[in-house]
């Protein structure tokens, strides 16, 4: 065969079809989820064209080129397809080991190996004595297709000497790196600590936490991992010092973080000018509120005078002494109610968020927000000192012990490329450029600054040879947390030539989506278009950024493709709210199978995408159990969560150390021990002094069965611990795993394949950990603690060989790249993780970092103007990765998307509502707290998609079916499987037959509340007065106790959130100190309220939710002048709790005479919101934030809650009399008395 019919050939083998091979693939779900597309369907050669875009991307030569390849676009069948057109080149073919191709992992380097050789045994097979495929054939085998941390461990095994590195080197264990980071910090921190220096000792009082340096060591790893993905570490983090050189608002205005505050402040403004401009539309319609518009174009003025102001202290000015225009009242409304209501609420949005402005951003003049900074200024240059110490002393000891890390590999091959002193490229990367014929970076928009350096080293472009190939998708870049810069693939998107340009640099966009079908590709576009832009995450969903159809949907048999949005009423707490989704999941699940929704559909179809499956994967495991569902897990997270993983580890922390009493009970109760709970409780009341360990030792209880069962546990506890001292850690489990039955016991349990894979993977963990430098029970225990404190977790174990025709269920991260007929995108009202946002120090790769202010011996703490900008563009950039997570999500989905999450009723009613446009406003999109609240923000009369609300009643029916014929089969296996014992029936049927003499009285709590009290009257009198149950006025919401923000599940309803805020505010209010002048009160609250978010324990958000003025007016009525009388008297009592006998009868009214116990009395117990004493009598006061318009109501509600509180005091206080009662409602502004 000629060379040119060879070529032909040969671009016949990589012309694909797109289109038919998706159409090929039809009725191979079961499988075809675990491939992105390629050149070959399970061995078979799909042949035919590409599209104008594609080809281009394959033929392009003698430029740099960015691909932005879209979802399903085909960007790996096309980059497979270059490589190969490369090689097979008719005029001038590439030997594949002079190209070099670096993937974003392995698996992908590996698959694309495969389809190359794959490719090129094709060809051969055709033409098997031609010489350049024969040659290809044997080079690729050393072809540089890998990942950028293979690439330089692979350059500095081939240079070592050039760095100084000895050639046994190895690459460290992450355990074994954390042990030895700890204990190098250790090191340090106490040589600083002997020197005795005033400012480091200044820095460790304000910043430790008074037992231990954790908190500096996290901020010192935090500075230290963030200065290691850039090139130059040492210079980064110098720069960082330079934020804090302001000594004037000159040089504030010259710094880049207050430019972007700025820049992003005016935008917001800017925005809020052309959203009033549609409010006034909405006015001056026939039916809108005409009598708003005066307001409204005040505020118009106002904002575009303020997206003008270029300084902070014209800002200051300008927020200082505006004062929002009230807006005219309406009465007798004819006009759109709905209208009228919607321009009132967003006016009151904006109104607030321009508040926060003035209140985060603007609340003193210029110079104090300068010293401020300066303040810190000290403290940092100590963090950075401190941190550039651990740098050299941790480096150092890696070379000690002949170790690298992953970060190491790629400085170390910077620096052989690099020159660090000149920053010229070295003889190596000039052999290296002259070697590769182009580089070629997949998922490039992953990559970060340090591994930018390295791949343009050895490339040509310096040297103007223009060999680079960028393949990515913006929109697609979700790996934020491991430091990547998508911002390297957007200022090539936006400065690389588009089209035909016969530009070096050119960009090819590849929209066209050959995976989902068009009802996703309109729903996904529509939403995107109104939540993607450039202010938040800057990736802007214009026509460039859409997907377009280009798959071939007539080949599907007719079924329900539409997407759904199915909402569960957000009323329970996050664990309830978890399992509802759940069954509802389950039941949708069954009903598509079950009625052939989308014909041909299998479990193995479907999969479950979540943000954090970790979280809830157990949820989910027991409610599909239930429902007969096969579930399959897939996270990189939850092995050490894992049962049979827990019980190894437990049994290992005793054998090295008894005297344990978690992991103790926890390896008598699991299978090494079979120790029930009654019997560790019998332990206990044995020796119920001490910790449990003793007790176990010591127990000579009268249970002769236990004692002989202890005994023979703690002889084997005893064994092993002999053991432990002369082998090594795998060896030792390798003896538990064999002589005990551990391992059958934990196989012979559901998923026991994957139990006993969990098992060996522990193992390997042992035999990892015996190579590293640590050896013996103690160190491994403390390198799995860090393993799991540092988050480095396996996911459980793979079980390889099986195809399983399960629902499957993984992260969204995890499912990036992969495709499935059906998608459900789980959780999607969970609130956004923000945590970072509120640690002492902020790190921002281009701005600096942000200290807090703390001066422990003043008792303050404080966030300084550069923190809080700093905070402000991580929120944005936090919601910038959400929206790109949500896409990949979103974009998952062949035939059908589904889309399930609780939310309140009245954000369904809104979105459901046939409104004419979305209304995804820069500010609706900023405040978004979860993915629904963006979709259903952008939810209109145009979006095609069903949308509805589900009750418990709809989950019940969803699932009732198969629970019916769940119980018919148990209970016919019962009837089949026990004979009746006729005496042992009578006795039971004696027993239960008793009856209590009190009947009415059963079951009641001899403990109540007085809100439940209240509860119990209101219902009552609405019983009596006819209420219909709708018209029932909404509860005071119920007063909850602290609960730190990480122990927290899930936000609290407003309502609540906004009640516990108030009540603890005015709790730890010092009325003693509050000033007699009313018209200095507002400053004294502001302080106290911004003293509280900075220095308590509360969640400074929640107190976010308060409204300083509510407070003001309140402290300068005459109810809040006597409270600070009676302050500085001690006579004022807050929050004071009581417990009261009351006889049942008050409580219980609906109680038999006939049969009531007149003796039986209950507990009451309460909490008083505040009282004081004056000469003549007691005064009570209870704070209320009902939402009510009448204060007849609030006292109708609480009268009997007040009345108890009365004899609650006059009871404490018998000589005193309470002579006043009132209510203070902060809706209404107004003391009530009662």
Known sequence: MKSADLISESRVIIRTSLKTWMTMRSGQSSKKHTEKISLYKDGVRMAVSWTKEQQKVIDSRGKSLLVSAAAGSGKTAVLVARIL???????????????????????????????????????????????????????????????????????????????????????????????????????????????????????????????????IKEMVFALYDQARSNPWPQEWLNETRSVYDISCEVDLSAQLWYQKLQSDLAHQAKENAEE??????????????????????????????????????????????????????????????????????????????????????????????????????????????????????????????????????????????????????????????????????????????????????????????????????????????????????????????????????????????????????????????????ADIGNVEYDDAAALYHGRDDASDPAGDYLPEIILLDSTENAARQTEKEARMIAGRIKKMVADSEIPGLTYGDIVILTRAPSAVSEVY??????????????????????????????????????????????????????????????????????????????????????????????????????????MPIYRLLEDIYLNTDFVHEISALPAGKQRKANLDMLMEKAIAFSKTSYQGLLHFNRYIERLKKYEIDFGEAEVPGEQINAVRFMSIHKSKGLEFPVVFLAGAGKGFNDR?????????????????????????????????????????????????????????????????????????????????????????????????????????????????????????????????????????????????????????????????????????????????????????????????????????????????????EEEKPDGARYGTAMHFFLQNLDFSNLPKEKHERGRYIHEQLTFLQNNSKFDPQTLKLLSENKIRIFSESELADRMRIAAGNNNLFLEQPFVMSLPAERIWTDTDPETADESEEVLTQGIIDVFWTEEDGIVLLDYKTDRITQAEELVSRYRVQLDLYREALNRRFPDLTVKETWIYSFWLNEAICV
């Not at 690459?171 to 220096?197: C, M, N, S, W």
């Not at 490329?417 to 580089?439: C, G, Q």
């Not at 050490?640 to 978690?662: G, K, S, T, W």
């Open 85 to 215: 057109s490369k090689i097979m080149d008719p005029v001038s073919p590439v030997d594949i080991d002079r190209l070099l191709v670096v993937t974003f992992t392995n698996a992908a380097a590996s698959g694309m190996r495969e389809r190359i050789t794959k490719s090129i045994e094709d060809a051969l097979k055709k033409d098997p004595g031609n010489t350049h495929l024969q040659r290809q054939s044997a080079l690729i085998h050393n072809a540089q297709i890998t990942t950028i941390d293979s690439f330089c461990l692979q350059l500095i095994r081939n240079h070592f000497h050039i760095i100084g590195l000895e050639p046994d080197f190895r690459v460290a264990d992450p355990g074994e790196l954390h042990l030895i980071k700890e204990e190098v910090f250790t090191k340090v921190i106490d040589r600083f600590y002997e020197e005795q220096d005033d400012t480091f000792l200044r820095f460790s009082e304000n910043y430790s936490s008074g037992k231990n340096d954790d908190a």
């Open 836 to 1048: 970072d946002r509120h640690n002492t120090l902020l790190i921002h790769p281009d701005f600096g970092c942000g200290l807090r202010d703390i001066n422990r011996r003043a008792h303050y703490k404080k966030d300084t103007l550069l923190r809080r900008a700093l905070s402000e563009d991580l929120k944005k950039e936090n919601l910038g990765e959400e929206l790109r997570v949500l896409y990949v999500a979103m974009t998952r989905a062949e035939k059908k998307l589904l889309i399930t999450g609780s939310c309140k009723a009245d954000a369904y009613e809104e979105a459901a509502t046939d409104r004419k446009s979305a209304q995804s406003g820069f500010s609706k999109r900023y405040q978004a707290k979860s993915y629904l609240d963006w979709i259903l923000g952008a939810f209109c009369a145009d979006t095609k998609a069903k949308i509805s609300l589900l009750g418990d009643e709809d989950l019940e029916q969803l699932s009732e079916n198969q629970a019916k014929a769940l119980r018919t089969d148990q209970n016919a296996l019962y009837r089949a499987s026990y004979q009746v014992d006729e005496h042992l029936l009578k006795d039971i049927d004696q027993a239960f037959s008793w009856r209590y003499p009190h009947p009415d009285t059963a079951g009641r709590q001899q403990k109540i509340t007085v809100s439940e009290i209240k509860h119990r009257a209101y219902e009552e009198n609405r019983r009596q007065m006819e209420i219909a149950p709708e018209a029932a006025v909404f509860e005071e919401p119920v007063l909850h106790p602290y609960v730190p923000a990480f122990m927290q």
């Open 621 to 726: 495991q027991n409610v599909f159990h239930d429902a007969d569902i096969p579930l399959l897990i897939e996270t990189k997270t939850g092995y050490f969560l894992a049962r049979e993983v827990q019980q190894v580890l437990a049994l290992l922390q005793v054998i090295d150390h008894p005297m344990q009493d978690v992991p103790l009970s926890a390896a008598m109760k699991s299978p090494f021990g079979h120790f029930t709970s009654e019997e560790l409780a019998k332990i206990r009341i044995a020796n119920p002094d001490g910790m449990f360990a003793e007790a176990v030792h010591r127990y000579t209880g009268d249970d002769p069965g236990l004692a002989e069962k202890i005994a023979s546990f703690l002889s084997m506890l005893s064994a092993y611990r002999k053991k432990m001292r002369d």
């Open 276 to 533: 009033v401009s549609h409010l006034i539309a909405l006015c001056q319609d026939a039916d809108g509120p005409s009598a708003y518009e005066e307001a409204l174009r005040d505020d118009l003025a106002f904002y575009r005078t303020l997206s003008e102001a270029d300084t902070y202290s014209s800002w200051y000015d300008l927020l200082l002494e505006h004062t929002f225009a009230k807006r005219k009242s309406i009465r007798n409304f004819e006009g759109d109610v709905k209208k009228k209501d919607y321009v009132s609420k967003r006016r009151d949005e904006l109104k607030e968020l321009t508040g926060t402005w003035k209140k985060e951003f603007f609340p003193i003049p210029v110079a104090e927000q300068i010293a401020g900074i300066r303040a810190t200024s000290e403290m940092y240059q100590v963090l950075c000192d401190l941190t550039l110490a651990f740098a050299s002393a941790f480096s150092e000891q890696k070379h000690i012990q002949h170790i690298v890390d992953f970060s190491d590999i790629e400085h170390f091959a910077l620096r052989i490329l690099i020159d660090p002193k000149t920053r010229k490229p070295t003889e190596t990367a000039l052999e290296y450029r002259n070697k590769f014929a182009e580089v070629m970076i997949d998922e490039y928009q992953d990559s970060n600054f340090l591994q930018e350096a390295l791949l343009s080293a050895v490339s040509g472009e310096e040297d103007g040879i223009f060999n680079r190939f960028m393949v990515g998708d913006i929109k697609q870049s979700i790996y934020r947390f491991r430091l990547a810069r998508p911002e390297l693939f957007l200022d090539k998107y936006q400065t690389y030539a588009d089209g035909d340009s016969q530009d070096q640099r050119e960009r090819i966009d590849l929209h066209q989506n050959f995976r989902s079908r068009q009802e996703i590709l309109d729903f996904s576009n529509q939403i995107f278009a109104n939540i993607m832009h």
